[in-house]
């Protein structure tokens, strides 16, 4: 007995394929995209310590 999908079957695949996909992307950029805004702050943290105010 051979297997076929129907294309209702095969646009329902790509449709979660492409909703999970999209997911784990938006996921990943989002938490690359805070690690790097971290350390952007922590490095102006680090500027901002080093460098001492005249008024102190």
Not at 37 to 53: A, F
């Amino acid at each position: 007995m051979e297997k076929t999908f129907t294309l209702l079957q095969t646009v329902a695949a790509a449709g979660v394929f492409s909703a999970v996909s999209f997911w784990y992307g938006f996921m990943f950029g989002r938490e690359s995209a805070r690690k790097e805004l971290g350390d952007l702050i922590e490095d102006l943290r680090r500027r901002n310590l080093n460098t001492s105010s005249p008024h102190d």
